[in-house]
């Protein structure tokens, strides 16, 4: 079966349509983070302010995920596109004008635009970070991004992209990259074991031979028979 990835007109509904009322600054802000950076669900969750922007508050475009928040338990290194260091900026600024955030998420440093280590890059509507769900598994507890998992469910929804769920992000990111870059490099990027996994999701997102035959100059108009 063809794995569903979203396009420019699915982001687009999810900007415009789902991200509208007193939050829309700060939803817009997490469609584009889930968009535009190579990480998973969880690691989005584990995120701090602080890995995306220097002393200085200015936003990097290239800079390293902790060995802690990692999927691999390695440091990576992310790069991310210009149109989402514009959606940092943006977020950014609204974010330092909020008056009931947690006192832990800014100190009196002079750096980072005035925010702690702890401030998390990602806020739920109550202007907290999204809490972590446990659950019990043989090697201890395993933390799930449960909450915000439901808040991108209710962006999706509201997007009218029902078929989605908040993983659809990171496939539909592995595979456009997939189509230009060596699958290896796509696979170190988000953390992934083998180059396998990024080829079995390529794979899954290409046509049958019947299918693509059809589609071979399918736009051209003939008239005359």
Known sequence: MLKQIFVDN??????????TGK????????????????LSLTEHNLLRLHQLINDKGEV?????????????????????????C?????YLDWYEQQQDLP?????NLGTHRGFSQKAPALLNDR????????RIVKKGINKQPTNLRTKVNTLLKKAGLEWATAKTFEDSLIIHLARNVD???????????????????????LLQISEAINNVY???KVTGY
């Open 10 to 19: 699915d982001i687009s509904s999810l900007l415009n349509t789902a991200c």
């Open 23 to 38: 939050y829309a600054v700060k939803d817009r802000y997490l469609i584009s983070q889930l968009a535009y950076v190579p």
């Open 60 to 84: 990097y475009r290239k800079w390293a995920l902790p060995a802690a928040y990692s999927r691999n338990k390695n440091e990576r290194i992310i790069e991310v596109p210009e149109v989402f």
């Open 86 to 90: 514009q959606a940092l900026e943006q």
């Open 103 to 107: 006192v832990e998420y800014r100190h």
């Open 127 to 134: 202007l907290t970070a999204f809490a972590m769900s446990e």
């Open 183 to 205: 699958h290896g490099v796509v696979a170190d990027l988000f953390g992934y074991a083998s180059r396998q996994v990024v080829t079995d999701k390529y794979n899954g997102n």
């Open 218 to 220: 399918s736009r051209i």
